[in-house]
């Protein structure tokens, strides 16, 4: 079975500069989970979905950040205008459904540097 | 607000002995209490999970210890590996939804 595949790998911007990250979730996993992981941190919740809907945003910083997905799939997670504290490790995950048992899993990230 | 504290930090141990790793949360609606396994380069992936109407939970050389009174719960290796080398994150959710991460342990199992 495929994992999570997300590109690119890495990125390096010039801060007020846009960005953009993909993900592909595990075939048939009806949520997707974006994760900043800065480093030397836990990643932290940006926005989950179900299917094509948001569930959560609550951290998401939306002045800047903005996230699709519009066909219940891929997904992709946008920063404009990218600040210098915006450099870390973007995680998407995905699992089957969002209950309480439901497994996480993660793909091997982007990792963004804004100079 | 820190949603979930773990501590140490940072942890050594030396082959064949137990690494504990500890955390403690506030919020008591949590209802999942997953650990993850961090090596570099890769994405967290999942190692065990428990639920708070659980006190101990057992998968071969890893066990979850959870203290619902006193609202924390801990990792332990035992017989650790060379191979375990890596950061730990405990995490916790409400219904599969909002997981919040510890700030990780980086292990280092010397052989």
């Known amino acids: 079975e495929a994992g999570v595949a997300q590109s690119p790998r890495y990125k390096i911007i010039e801060k007020r500069q846009s960005v953009a990250f993909w993900c592909n979730p595990i075939?048939?996993?009806?949520?997707l989970y974006w994760y900043q992981q800065i480093l030397g941190q836990g990643p932290k919740l940006l926005i989950q979905?179900?299917?094509?809907?948001?569930?959560?945003d609550s951290q998401l910083p939306k002045d800047r950040f903005s996230a699709e997905r519009l066909k219940g799939v891929d997904s992709t997670l946008k920063i404009q205008p990218a600040k210098l504290e915006d450099s870390a490790v973007y995680l998407c995950?995905?699992?089957?459904?969002?209950?309480?048992?439901?497994?996480?899993?993660f793909g091997p990230g982007t990792r963004l540097l804004v100079l | 607000q820190q949603q979930v504290k773990q501590s140490p930090q940072s942890l050594i141990v030396q082959k064949g002995g137990i690494s504990i790793i500890n955390c403690a949360y506030e919020?008591?609606?949590?209802?999942?209490f997953p650990w993850y396994q961090q090596f570099p380069g890769k994405g967290p992936a999942l190692l065990i999970a428990?639920?708070?109407?659980?006190s101990e939970k057992k998968e071969g050389r890893f066990t979850i210890s959870f203290n619902k009174s006193a609202k924390q719960f801990s990792l332990h290796i035992m017989d650790s590996q060379p191979g375990d080398s890596a950061t730990y994150f405990c995490?916790?959710?409400?219904?599969?939804?909002?997981?919040?991460f510890g700030t990780g342990t980086s292990l280092t199992v010397i052989p």
């Open positions: 995490a916790a959710s409400k219904g599969g939804n909002q997981f919040y």
């Open positions: 979905f179900q299917n094509n809907g948001v569930v959560d």
């Open positions: 428990i639920r708070p109407d659980v």
């Open positions: 995950a995905s699992s089957l459904v969002a209950r309480r048992k439901e497994t996480q899993y």
């Open positions: 919020n008591t609606a949590f209802d999942y």
């Open positions: 075939s048939g996993h009806a949520t």
